[in-house]
């Protein structure tokens, strides 16, 4: 749109700009409050990489409205996920359980992209090992359909019709230095396969 | 990442650091109630000793366990090596068997890589005669950064650490791993030692040579005490244990020279009173039981990194 290169317009077209993106967010954190009865026993936990930083959104707008201080923690799924053997072996990233732990509490998971729901599978799995919480939900900024598995998400930021060949990719401030969601075309087939580091931007 | 880990030299910078980080976010699990992750199910792991020894084989079969894999123990004692079977003939057996991955200890230098060119699975060097021990190396360097530095340490060499290793380099193959991964991660190494137990190739390797231990001691950061090994001293290396542990012996007195952050490691199994005096290896300085902590969550991360992912491309047959 801009004569000067943006590094947005370069990946696709955007369909969240920062201010939908915030009011979204805004959204979920009310309805997290509200179905978690004000949030009391409320646990959040962002699945690295872009889980995490929109978890301490969640956290901080939920913390603005009720005066609350909801845990907050992150949970890597790398070491459960059942198509390790379809990519080189990848990176772990870091699980950090808030004090308190997750122990009979209703913890909502929050990620980027909702796609095929393999990512949210391994990550009820790599729930399981560090406890057994009362209630899990699942929170996502994007949910962009074609689901393999029967997962669903609590609260959406957004429906996003896709075909399978495009990619969506989410990025946050804290990781990417802008917010925006983007649609951008197919990957082809040769990246596809050593699914290199191009993948892990919000690729769900 | 290779497919084999058999020299500390086929590490980059990168896949070291690779290794590391991965290391110490499955240390992370290793406080946790359930420590066991189900990344490697269905994969087998054989543990191939020929020679003996206890932590290194525990080591590796707790890492494997704790990832899932299936776990074959196969030691040279009271098996069909003892009744003359060559190490190919054993290499065919284990491939016959669908290993993916074999951990080789072995007597002869080189064997773990000429068994790397007859089974199809990854293969790692858990010590081959005089020659290697990879992991051995890649322990330390996480004792090293995280005694030293702190935790939060992921992406990050060893930049400007000085490393001074002692004693029998001649038979050691922790102190090859250990010059050539610790120098990839910047870390500046000197042998000290008798010149006896020094090789005659030491000129070229990426470390400085001192026999001079208590000159060396104000100026190391890490000061790592190198077993001497009664089993490999066919000749006479030294007068008497007794001289030997006089100059290069690590007691309280030579501890008092080093700085007051420095920390002592052993790779272990230590003799008390010869290479380390016994005050000096229980010392709050001393990282030996950190080390073999250490010692499972690094193999974790070498069997993850090489069994965990996609065969690369290209290097199946």
């Known amino acids: 749109m801009c004569a000067a290169p943006n590094p947005v317009a370069r990946l696709g077209l955007a369909v969240l700009d920062a201010e939908e993106i915030r009011r979204a967010l805004t959204r979920i954190a009310h309805e997290i409050l509200e179905r978690t009865h004000g949030g009391d026993e409320a646990v959040l936990l962002g699945i690295p990489t872009r889980g995490v930083p929109l978890a301490r959104r969640l956290a901080a707008r939920i913390g603005e409205f009720e005066r609350l201080d909801v845990p907050c923690g992150s949970l890597d799924v790398t070491l459960h996920r059942d198509d390790l053997r379809l990519r080189p072996a990848r990176a772990l990233g870091r699980t950090e359980l808030p004090v ?25 799995d790599a729930l399981t090992d560090l406890g057994r919480p009362r209630t899990v939900q699942l929170a996502v900024l994007v949910d962009r359909g074609h689901r393999e598995l029967p997962i669903r998400a609590d609260y959406v930021g957004k429906n996003l019709p896709t075909s399978q060949r495009e990619t969506v990719r989410v990025l946050l401030a804290e990781v990417d230095d802008t917010d925006a969601v983007v649609i951008g075309p197919a990957r082809d087939a040769k990246n596809d396969a050593t699914g290199g580091a191009s993948a892990s931007g919000g690729q769900a | 990442m290779k497919r084999h880990l058999i020299s500390a030299a086929d590490l980059s910078r990168d896949d070291a650091l690779l290794i590391l980080d991965t290391a110490e976010e499955l240390g992370r699990i290793a406080d946790r109630p359930i420590k066991k992750l189900p990344t490697l199910r269905g994969r087998t792991v054989v543990n191939l000793f020929f020679e003996d020894s206890t932590r290194t084989r525990i080591s590796f079969e707790a890492a494997a366990k704790r990832l899932s894999a299936d776990v074959i123990n196969f030691s040279a004692k009271g098996s069909s090596v003892a009744k003359g079977e060559s190490l190919k003939d054993t290499a065919l057996t284990l491939e016959a068997m669908g290993a993916d991955a074999v951990v080789i200890r072995h ?8 068994l790397a060119g007859w089974v199809r699975g990854s293969v790692v060097n858990a010590g081959d005669g005089t020659h290697e021990h990879p992991t051995q190396a890649l322990l330390d360097a996480v004792t090293i950064r ?13 930049d400007g650490v000085r490393v001074t290793i002692v004693g029998d380099v001649l038979h050691s193959r922790v102190a090859r791993s250990n010059v050539l991964l610790l120098s990839t991660l ?3 190494v000197t042998l000290a030692a008798p010149p006896t137990l020094l090789p005659l190739a030491v000129g070229s390797w990426p470390c400085s040579v001192s026999y001079d231990l208590d000159s060396e001691l104000p100026k190391s950061d890490v000061v790592m005490m190198l077993r ?5 001293m066919n000749d006479s290396y030294f007068p008497s244990v007794r001289e030997y542990s006089r100059r290069y012996g690590l007691d309280a007195t030579r501890m008092a020279l080093l700085p007051e952050h420095a920390i002592v490691m052993h790779p272990g199994p230590m003799n008390r009173g010869v290479e380390i005096a016994a005050d000096v290896a229980d010392s709050p300085r001393s990282t030996i039981v950190e080390q073999v902590a250490n010692g499972v969550t690094v193999r974790m991360a070498v069997l993850y990194l090489l069994l965990g992912g996609a065969e690369l491309p290209g290097v199946s047959q």
């Open chain 1, 100 to 124: 308190g732990g997750v122990d009979g509490k209703t913890v909502v998971l929050v990620d980027d992209v909702l796609y095929s729901g393999r990512t949210v599978r391994a990550a009820l």
């Open chain 2, 107 to 114: 007597g002869a230098s080189g064997a773990a890589h000429r």
């Open chain 2, 146 to 158: 995280r005694r030293l530095r702190g935790p939060g340490q992921d992406g990050r060499g060893l």
């Open chain 2, 186 to 188: 910047g870390a500046q």
């Open chain 2, 228 to 232: 001497v090994q009664r089993e490999r």
